[in-house]
């Protein structure tokens, strides 16, 4: 009986150690990262008295650690997203920043300075708020160019620790395998020390990157991205690379391999990621800098539109010096890049073209012997547009997309290029608000004064007077050219008089008094040149076709008779005139910034607007999205906390009541110790 006693109570004794190990285990790593709560479960013994088989687990519920990973990869997305747009944001909606405010501010003196077209202090300070228009571009571009090289940083340093958590937990796995073969794993201490550390090491890569989880039959986990490519075994783990776009400096591409624990070999795999299958804050990231690159060709789409309508205007009229106006603004050309270092690529923007400008890239491909031209969006989606540009020869070497406003020119003729094979790229509008610089080195050099006046006859029956409705282009496709000098000429047969005819129509002519065409008095007088149809002189008939576009227009204004006379001339010693200042400033409220991806155009102010708008839709569904999946994160650690997080005040009363256990236990054996000594004393 006593026998029987001893053994019970021994087992009784080991059974509470192991539960007071379990129990202090808990309480001591109750601040240890990573720890799952250690319970141990006891089985009646069948066959003979005392305490059976005794196990000790880990207590969590699978299911919702899983979901757990997944909570912190959508929470860390949306907080690097934000996090990488927030710059570009802050530097585009400051209102001492604003582009768009020093835009009006330009507007604004100009206003000033046309009133009194003469005076050089007014001009004086157009120049100065043009210039601070420069310096704001200049400033905001290349702050999101100094973002996106921050972002590029987070990135690299995101692809180090990814690539250390990956060999980590391939490691732990090979380790976990092993140990896993012998019979005690479940109960060996070092064994379930091993899943918690593999389980920290997961929940710190899920933050990373999006994942899944898969367990083995061997104790492994397969860890694999949302997208399926794997990231750790038990054999090999993904090394991430961080490498420059071939055709973009400011891009970084993701690429995977793999290594092997157990050689140095790598594997011959070379998979580029895409960005938007990532997640994480490595796809957060790399998709805010999407957003940065976008935000860039964005603006410099707008101040591409603004420069090209000023400078188009501009050089429609006359300085203060009398001699034709210059651009005001300069947006040089820049070069693409090429997957061939023997041919490059060069693109400039097509003068009085700006409102077609819009924010693609484009890839020029010579592969197969053909040449495709494609448009790339912010989401590097192409369409080809080859078929909209119409045939080019071959012995060509530019290739002018007057749909998008720009040109394209190569080093070599398109024939040769087709059998190179040769892939371009380039961002047209991506660094214009770096490179755009203020044109004006003087006050003199606004043209205000319009390149042609008009004159009425003053032996005229009627009473109507011709003024001046536009002038806004001057060149040889135009009817005023700039001669050597710098002062305005008449192209040969550009239209200087409008004489009424009997039946109270526009009949237009040249200086040498050939008819070139006619509007009808039905169009009161109301750009006369716009409502004009041609002559043909073989006929002597009026045809259905409208005269071309001069660059310049006029106005009859009151009641016209048979034989009266209009002119339009050279402006000469017109500094004091204002007609073109005054076209210089209703730039502003003209609709010249073309929407991408559509045929809407706006004015300068509300394309920035859109701009803005964009932008800040992005960073405020990126602020709710983070909200909302830090408050699904915090609720899901709570319920997986609830099983596998240390309580305290259980875990003292556990170590109580065990401990009284165990002292029961000792009770049993010094009972039965009692009772042996007794039978002993008796013979």
Same mark, same amino acid.
């Given at each position: ?7 019970t109570?021994?087992y ?5 150690q192991?539960?007071?190990?379990a ?7 109750v601040?240890t990262?990573?720890?799952v709560?250690?319970?141990?479960q006891?089985?009646?013994?069948c066959?003979d008295w ?6 000790t687990?880990?207590?969590?519920d699978q ?5 757990m990973?997944?909570?912190?990869g959508?929470?860390a997305?949306?907080s690097a997203y934000?996090?990488g747009?927030?710059t570009?944001?802050?530097?585009l909606?400051?209102s001492?920043m604003?582009i768009?405010?020093?835009a009006?501010?330009?507007?604004d003196?100009?206003?000033t300075a046309v009133n ?6 007014n001009?004086?300070a ?17 702050s999101?160019?100094?973002?996106l090289?921050?972002v590029?940083?987070?990135i690299s340093?995101?692809v180090n620790d ?9 490691k732990?796995n090979?380790?976990?395998r092993t140990l896993s ?7 060996n201490?070092?064994y379930?020390?091993m899943l918690?550390e ?5 929940n ?12 083995q039959q061997d ?10 490519m794997?990231l750790a075994?038990?054999d090999?783990?993904?090394k991430?690379t961080q490498?420059q776009?071939?055709?973009?400096v400011t ?9 092997s624990v ?10 580029k990621?895409s ?8 796809g957060?990231?790399l ?9 860039m060709r964005e ?6 539109s ?6 188009v205007?501009?050089?429609a ?6 001699i034709?106006?210059d651009?005001?603004l300069?947006?040089?050309g820049g070069?693409?890049r090429s ?13 009085n ?7 693609y890239?484009f890839?020029?491909s010579?592969n197969?012997?053909e040449?495709h031209i494609y448009?790339?969006?912010a989401?590097?989606k192409?369409v080809?547009?080859t ?5 080019i ?24 290029l087709?059998g190179d094979?040769t892939t ?5 509008t991506l ?7 203020s044109?004006v080195?003087k006050?003199e050099d ?12 003053s032996?005229?029956y ?5 003024s001046?409705s536009r002038?806004?282009?001057?060149g040889?496709n135009y009817?005023?050219?700039v001669?050597?000098?710098?002062k ?5 047969g550009?239209?200087t008089?409008?004489v009424?005819?009997a039946?109270?129509?526009y009949?237009v002519k040249d200086s040498?008094g050939n008819?070139l065409g006619?509007a ?6 109301t750009?006369?040149?716009?409502n004009?149809v041609?002559y ?5 008939t009026?045809?259905?076709?409208a005269?071309k576009?001069?660059?310049?227009d006029i106005?009859?204004?009151?009641t016209? #008779?048979? /034989? ?6 050279i402006? @000469?010693? &017109?500094?004091a005139?204002?007609?073109?200042? !005054?076209? %210089?400033i209703?730039?502003?409220s003209?609709?010249?910034?073309r929407t ?5 155009t706006t004015?300068f102010n509300d ?6 708008a ?5 960073i405020?569904?990126?602020s709710?999205?983070e909200?909302?999946?830090?408050a #699904?994160? /915090?609720?899901t ?5 609830? @099983?596998? &997080?240390?309580n305290?005040d259980e875990?003292a !009363?556990? %170590? ?8 029961a236990c000792a009770k ?7 009772i042996?000594?007794s ?5």
């Amino acid at each position: 009986m006593s026998v029987d006693l001893i053994l019970t109570g021994k087992y009784g004794v080991l059974n509470s150690q192991k539960l007071l190990n379990a129990t202090s285990n808990n309480i001591n790593n109750v601040n240890t990262d990573g720890y799952v709560r250690k319970e141990t479960q006891t089985y009646t013994s069948c066959v003979d008295w005392g305490v059976g088989a005794t196990y000790t687990r880990r207590v969590y519920d699978q299911y919702v650690q899983r979901q757990m990973f997944t909570d912190t990869g959508t929470k860390a997305y949306y907080s690097a997203y934000k996090e990488g747009m927030d710059t570009a944001d802050k530097v585009l909606s400051d209102s001492t920043m604003s582009i768009a405010n020093a835009a009006t501010s330009v507007f604004d003196e100009l206003s000033t300075a046309v009133n009194n077209p003469t005076s050089s202090a007014n001009r004086s300070a157009a120049k100065a708020q043009l210039e601070n228009l420069v310096e704001r571009a200049n400033s905001a571009n290349n702050s999101m160019l100094e973002s996106l090289n921050t972002v590029n940083n987070q990135i690299s340093d995101n692809v180090n620790d990814i690539n250390s958590l990956t060999e980590s937990i391939c490691k732990i796995n090979d380790q976990i395998r092993t140990l896993s073969i012998s019979d005690n794993a479940t109960n060996n201490e070092i064994y379930m020390q091993m899943l918690d550390e593999r389980d920290r090491l997961i929940n710190n890569l899920s933050s990373y990157v999006s994942l899944n989880v898969k367990q083995q039959q061997d104790g492994t986990y397969e860890v694999y991205m949302d997208s399926g490519m794997l990231l750790a075994n038990g054999d090999v783990y993904a090394k991430l690379t961080q490498e420059q776009n071939k055709f973009d400096v400011t891009k970084s591409d993701i690429y995977l391999t793999y290594d092997s624990v157990y050689d140095s070999g790598k594997d011959k795999s070379h998979v580029k990621l895409s960005s938007d299958n990532i997640g994480g804050s490595l796809g957060g990231y790399l998709n805010s800098t999407k957003e940065i690159r976008a935000t860039m060709r964005e603006l410099g789409k707008t101040l591409v539109s603004l420069a090209d309508a000023l400078n188009v205007q501009n050089k429609a009229g006359f300085t203060l010096e009398d001699i034709a106006g210059d651009d005001l603004l300069t947006i040089p050309g820049g070069f693409g890049r090429s997957d061939n270092p023997d041919n490059s690529i060069a693109f400039s923007f097509n003068e009085n073209q700006g409102s077609n400008v819009q924010s693609y890239s484009f890839q020029v491909s010579f592969n197969g012997g053909e040449m495709h031209i494609y448009k790339v969006d912010a989401d590097d989606k192409r369409v080809d547009i080859t078929n909209e540009i119409g045939n080019i020869p071959d012995n060509a070497t530019s290739v002018s997309l007057d749909d998008y406003g720009i040109t394209l020119s190569f080093n070599k003729d398109i024939g040769t290029l087709k059998g190179d094979g040769t892939t371009f790229y380039v961002q047209p509008t991506l660094m214009v608000g770096t490179d755009i610089k203020s044109n004006v080195s003087k006050p003199e050099d606004f043209a205000f004064a319009s390149a042609v006046r008009t004159r009425t006859a003053s032996n005229n029956y009627g009473n109507a007077t011709a003024s001046l409705s536009r002038c806004s282009n001057t060149g040889a496709n135009y009817g005023v050219s700039v001669g050597a000098d710098g002062k305005p000429v008449f192209n040969a047969g550009a239209p200087t008089n409008i004489v009424i005819d009997a039946d109270g129509n526009y009949v237009v002519k040249d200086s040498d008094g050939n008819i070139l065409g006619r509007a009808p008095a039905s169009c009161n007088g109301t750009n006369v040149l716009a409502n004009a149809v041609t002559y043909d002189a073989a006929t002597g008939t009026y045809t259905n076709t409208a005269l071309k576009d001069y660059g310049y227009d006029i106005n009859i204004s009151g009641t016209v #008779k048979e /034989e009266d006379k209009f002119s339009i001339e050279i402006n @000469d010693g &017109g500094q004091a005139d204002n007609s073109n200042g !005054t076209a %210089l400033i209703q730039i502003r409220s003209k609709s010249i910034t073309r929407t991408t991806g559509s045929s809407k155009t706006t004015t300068f102010n509300d394309g920035y607007a859109n701009l803005l708008a964009d932008l800040g839709a992005s960073i405020t569904t990126a602020s709710a999205n983070e909200e909302a999946a830090t408050a #699904k994160l /915090e609720q899901t650690t709570k319920l997986y906390q609830s @099983d596998a &997080g240390v309580n305290l005040d259980e875990e003292a !009363t556990n %170590l109580l009541m065990y401990q009284q256990t165990y002292q029961a236990c000792a009770k049993i054996i010094e009972a039965s110790q009692t009772i042996f000594n007794s039978l002993i004393s008796s013979f």
